[in-house]
């Protein structure tokens, strides 16, 4: 069955830096075909999207993090990263790794909500 785990969460303070790892397992090919992105939720907040990368790795990001977060994807090895660097309050979340099939990767995070695709249970990263 399909699968993923995140990996790389943490305690950082304000500047600084973490890169989160999502190992998918369960589907051929490296996901090829899939978008693949980090979502994250905050406490009493609504889940939203991060950061989107399609098979190609062409990336779209949220406003909030561009010129600081930089989202990547290893085919061979179905493996998908989020490096993100000067890190403020305001990411503190939980950042979810997703598999998703959809027709043009940006628009997924201008989504109100997503009930569909592959998910992983989460990686708590704060930053004081």
């Known amino acids: 069955h399909v699968q993923l785990v995140e990996s790389g969460g943490g305690s950082v303070q304000a500047g600084g830096t973490l890169t989160l790892s999502c190992e998918a397992s369960?589907?051929?090919?490296?996901?090829?075909?899939?978008?693949m992105g980090w979502f994250r939720q905050a406490p009493e907040k609504q889940r939203e999207g991060v950061a989107v990368?399609?098979?190609?790795?062409?990336?779209t990001y949220v406003d909030s993090v561009k010129g600081r977060f930089t989202i990547s994807r290893d085919n061979d090895n179905s493996r998908l990263y989020l490096q993100m660097n000067g890190l403020k309050p305001e990411d503190t979340a939980v950042y979810y790794c997703?598999?998703?099939?959809?027709?043009?990767?940006?628009?997924?995070?201008?989504?109100?909500?997503?009930?569909?695709?592959?998910w992983g249970q989460g990686t708590q990263v704060t930053v004081s």
């Open positions: 997703a598999a998703l099939l959809y027709p043009k990767c940006s628009e997924l995070l201008g989504l109100e909500s997503i009930d569909f695709g592959y």
């Open positions: 369960g589907y051929p090919i490296g996901f090829l075909g899939f978008c």
């Open positions: 990368a399609n098979s190609e790795g062409l990336a």
